[in-house]
């Protein structure tokens, strides 16, 4: 069975609710960081940077390239058309993510290296996994061909994937600047509870909004290829 | 001493806000424009194809 013959039912036309939901959820967060929680004495405001930093990097990395990895693989295995449309619709989004954490990171690192930028481990093999996934998004738009498409674009994002436990562990393994972690580790969390209470829910609403960006791309991606069908068989 | 820092910290979630807000109004014009095309293709009133007959 050919891509093109696989019958796709359009998805409905209604108001986003996870996403109204996500984005009331999101501003509460903002309110609870900025104005409702304490100011690290050492960093100062910009510590408050972390809700915001960390939140979309454990998303990008641990949810979104896990994900799109994980319907990569079954893709090959599979074949099913929907699992390339998961991997493509966590791709992109994992890609907004990321590019939130590089545009926050130097903001931060301004305040407490004195440096916007520096090519240490974390934040070199965390800028290369954003030119594989923009590289990702590109080779999408330019192999026409859905299967083939399909293949090559999971092969890509498995590989990107493989960066993520390197990113994860290049604290350990090397010199940086960056810091440790001071929430993903074997022991206790290394921050006030009411700070971490201001991170578990950043943790909350930004994966509530993961979620509903990934839901709404995957609908566009489901749009997509039913007129992809239709102009085919218009044009037979 | 506690740095003078919040503009920072302000610049950041502007930031990472527009991304936000950037990437959900993409999605939003992008799903738009699918159903708008999906409409044309489905209408009856389809204007008839410029293909050659027999092509």
Known sequence: MTSAQEPITPPPARRDLLLGVAIVAVAAVYVRALAFTPIEARQGAAQKILYIHATAAFIALYVAFALMAIASILYLWLKDEKLDRVAESAAEVGLAFTTVVLVTGPLWGKTIWGAWWTWDARLTSTLFLWFIIVAYSLLRGAVEERGRRARYSAVLGILAALLVPFIHLSVYLFRTLHPMPILLKPSAPSMPAEMQVTFFSAFAAFLLLFAALLRSRYRIATLRDLVANRDQELAA | ?55
């Open chain 2, 1 to 55: 001493m506690t740095p003078d820092n919040g503009a920072f910290a302000t610049a950041a979630y502007v930031l990472a806000a527009l991304v936000y807000a950037g990437y959900v109004v993409s999605l939003t014009l992008r799903e738009r424009r699918l159903r708008q095309r999906l409409a044309r293709l489905d209408s009856p009133s389809r204007p008839p194809s410029n293909r050659p007959a027999g092509a």
